[in-house]
């Protein structure tokens, strides 16, 4: 009579393999056609009987290896001597991982990037003295554009002037701080000099020096010369300097472009970088300074003077723009025809009310003060348009990292705002001035934010850092 546990009819799995509730561990099992595979015998395995494991493993080295963890060779659920297919299922992909590990041996770590905020080891002063480059001039030259900007304000308040003088001091003491650590480094580092001068990315930043000059000489000029009457030798003192200035910028506009281009055979203008615009530069504010040295506020300049300066200025001037529009470079664009603009009614005020030319009665000042106003507004409205388009592209992808290209978004829009103050009183429009004074507070905080930066930068090991400086190659 059939067992009450089992069906009446036994399949052919019961009558050929025991109960496994009656068989043990030390059971053994006779091995048969329809014995059930893998099922625990003793631990003398018959030849024949097939080992389910063993298979699964031949099986799986004939597989290509990424097709392993996806394969399921179980045909059975429930529990099995084995284990559960979970477990047997683990097990494959075990085997699979560990012969993807041989095969494919893991990467290793990457390098952290120059941006990581990992700390670097400290370094002394004097090896990371060897890194203090030319571009460091930079903050100097803001900080006497702005020293200037100050001076020209169109809406003062008591105070106002001695604040200006201050920047002016912290400017010559900035100057003179540059000045010492760059001979410090070419004379603790020797060979530094000409390899400053000639390398492919520093040397750009060499002309960043007369830049600097040049606002520490036309600062002079306005805090300096307070009674022209009475300091006739600090006026001819100045003069000489701007004669001597424009010589030299000249030269370097002309050789450094000539060195750069003869001996970096590989500049293209694919490889195009904003510095490219800086040896011309120089030579460029030698207008700008020019409405400074030959202007009216020195009644004691002979017209002679006054009329060779000016000449001088606006040469100077236009061939530091033509250069200049053949560059690319966000902000240092706004920097050529703000300053050019400047110049152009600068440089119209300063010629002597005395010259008539043609001797026919009509005094040239008047022609040339509206021709500069008509320039000086065209150009204005051109170094506008570059603003716009800088100011855009580094509020869609601004820059983590601090470099002393920051200082471009100072000192070129120093000149933006100094020529919309010039505009603004040239036209008498009161609107101009004071947008003219909201644009000189936004450059006043820019100032404060490239400083704090800058600063940290240094104590961070940012800059003044091997490999972290202009003195590297980046092309």
Same mark, same amino acid.
């Given at each position: 009579?059939?067992?009450?546990?089992?069906?009446?009819?036994?399949?052919?799995?019961?009558?050929?393999?025991?109960?496994?509730?009656?068989?043990?561990?030390?059971?053994?099992?006779?091995?048969?056609?329809?014995?059930?595979? +893998?099922?625990?015998?003793?631990?003398?395995?018959?030849?024949?009987?097939?080992?389910?494991?063993?298979?699964?493993?031949?099986?799986? !080295?004939?597989?290509?290896? =990424?097709?392993?963890?996806?394969?399921?060779?179980?045909?059975?659920?429930?529990?099995?001597?084995? $284990?559960?297919?979970?477990?047997?299922?683990?097990?494959?992909?075990?085997?699979?991982?560990?012969?993807?590990?041989?095969?494919? &041996?893991?990467? &290793?770590?990457?390098?952290?990037?120059?941006?990581?905020?990992?700390?670097?080891?400290?370094?002394?002063?004097?090896?990371?003295?060897?890194?203090?480059?030319?571009?460091?001039?930079?903050?100097?030259?803001?900080? +006497? $554009?702005?020293?200037?900007?100050?001076?020209?304000?169109?809406?003062?308040?008591?105070?106002?002037?001695?604040?200006?003088?201050? /920047?002016?001091?912290?400017?010559?003491?900035?100057?003179?701080?540059?000045?010492?650590?760059?001979?410090?480094?070419?004379?603790?580092?020797?060979?530094?000099?000409?390899?400053?001068?000639?390398?492919?990315?520093?040397?750009?930043?060499?002309?960043?020096?007369?830049?600097?000059?040049?606002? /520490?000489?036309?600062?002079?000029?306005?805090?300096?010369?307070?009674?022209?009457?009475?300091?006739?030798?600090?006026?001819?003192?100045?003069? @000489?300097?701007?004669?001597?200035? @424009?010589?030299?910028?000249?030269?370097?506009?002309?050789?450094?472009?000539?060195?750069?281009?003869? #001996?970096?055979? !590989?500049? *293209?203008?694919?490889?195009?970088?904003?510095?490219?615009?800086?040896?011309?530069?120089?030579?460029?504010?030698? *207008?700008?300074?020019?409405?400074?040295?030959?202007?009216?506020?020195?009644?004691?300049?002979?017209?002679? =003077?006054?009329?060779?300066?000016?000449?001088? +200025?606006?040469?100077?001037?236009?061939? $530091?723009?033509?250069?200049?529009?053949?560059?690319?470079?966000?902000?240092?664009? @706004? $920097?050529?025809?703000?300053?050019?603009?400047?110049?152009?009614?600068?440089?119209? !005020?300063?010629? &002597?009310?005395?010259?008539?030319?043609?001797?026919?009665?009509?005094?040239?000042?008047?022609?040339?003060?509206?021709?500069?106003?008509? *320039? *000086?507004?065209?150009?204005?409205?051109?170094?506008?348009?570059?603003?716009?388009?800088?100011?855009?592209?580094?509020?869609?992808?601004?820059? !983590?990292?601090?470099?002393?290209?920051?200082?471009?978004?100072?000192?070129?829009?120093?000149?933006?705002?100094?020529?919309?103050?010039?505009?603004?009183?040239?036209?008498?429009?009161?609107?101009?001035?004071?947008?003219?004074? /909201?644009?000189?507070?936004?450059?006043?905080?820019?100032?404060?934010?490239?400083?704090?930066?800058?600063?940290?930068?240094?104590?961070?090991?940012?800059?003044?850092?091997? +490999?972290?400086?202009?003195?590297? #190659?980046?092309?």
């Amino acid at each position: 009579m059939p067992s009450p546990s089992r069906p009446a009819s036994p399949s052919l799995w019961d009558r050929t393999t025991p109960d496994l509730a009656d068989i043990d561990d030390k059971t053994v099992v006779p091995s048969g056609p329809a014995t059930r595979l +893998g099922t625990p015998t003793s631990s003398r395995r018959p030849s024949t009987e097939y080992d389910l494991e063993s298979h699964l493993d031949d099986i799986e !080295k004939g597989l290509p290896i =990424h097709t392993i963890p996806a394969l399921n060779l179980h045909t059975r659920r429930g529990n099995s001597e084995f $284990g559960s297919d979970i477990d047997l299922a683990k097990k494959h992909n075990d085997n699979a991982a560990a012969r993807n590990t041989h095969t494919s &041996p893991p990467p &290793p770590p990457s390098s952290p990037s120059p941006t990581d905020d990992t700390p670097r080891p400290r370094l002394p002063f004097r090896q990371r003295l060897a890194h203090f480059t030319w571009a460091w001039y930079t903050l100097s030259m803001s900080t +006497g $554009g702005l020293a200037l900007l100050i001076a020209a304000q169109p809406h003062t308040f008591p105070g106002l002037r001695q604040i200006g003088f201050a /920047v002016y001091i912290i400017n010559l003491l900035i100057f003179s701080f540059i000045t010492a650590a760059m001979v410090a480094r070419f004379i603790l580092h020797r060979g530094t000099l000409k390899a400053s001068i000639t390398h492919s990315r520093e040397g750009w930043f060499f002309p960043t020096f007369f830049l600097a000059l040049a606002t /520490v000489v036309t600062g002079t000029y306005r805090y300096c010369v307070t009674d022209p009457e009475e300091q006739q030798g600090l006026v001819a003192a100045l003069r @000489v300097v701007f004669w001597i200035y @424009v010589a030299v910028t000249t030269a370097v506009a002309v050789g450094q472009y000539s060195f750069v281009f003869s #001996e970096h055979r !590989k500049f *293209g203008l694919q490889t195009m970088m904003p510095t490219w615009i800086l040896p011309v530069f120089p030579v460029m504010l030698s *207008g700008t300074m020019a409405t400074v040295v030959a202007g009216p506020a020195l009644p004691g300049q002979s017209p002679a =003077h006054a009329v060779a300066i000016v000449a001088a +200025g606006l040469t100077c001037q236009g061939l $530091g723009a033509a250069v200049a529009l053949m560059m690319t470079g966000l902000f240092m664009c @706004v $920097g050529p025809p703000a300053f050019t603009a400047l110049a152009f009614v600068g440089l119209a !005020k300063a010629v &002597p009310e005395v010259l008539d030319s043609d001797m026919d009665g009509l005094r040239d000042a008047v022609v040339l003060k509206m021709m500069g106003l008509v *320039g *000086g507004g065209f150009l204005w409205a051109l170094s506008f348009w570059w603003f716009g388009i800088a100011a855009l592209a580094v509020a869609r992808a601004p820059p !983590k990292d601090f470099h002393l290209g920051w200082w471009a978004a100072v000192f070129p829009n120093t000149g933006f705002t100094l020529a919309t103050i010039t505009l603004g009183e040239a036209f008498r429009n009161d609107a101009v001035l004071w947008f003219a004074s /909201v644009m000189s507070i936004g450059l006043v905080a820019t100032y404060l934010f490239v400083l704090y930066h800058h600063v940290r930068a240094v104590i961070v090991q940012d800059i003044m850092y091997p +490999g972290r400086d202009e003195d590297v #190659e980046d092309h």
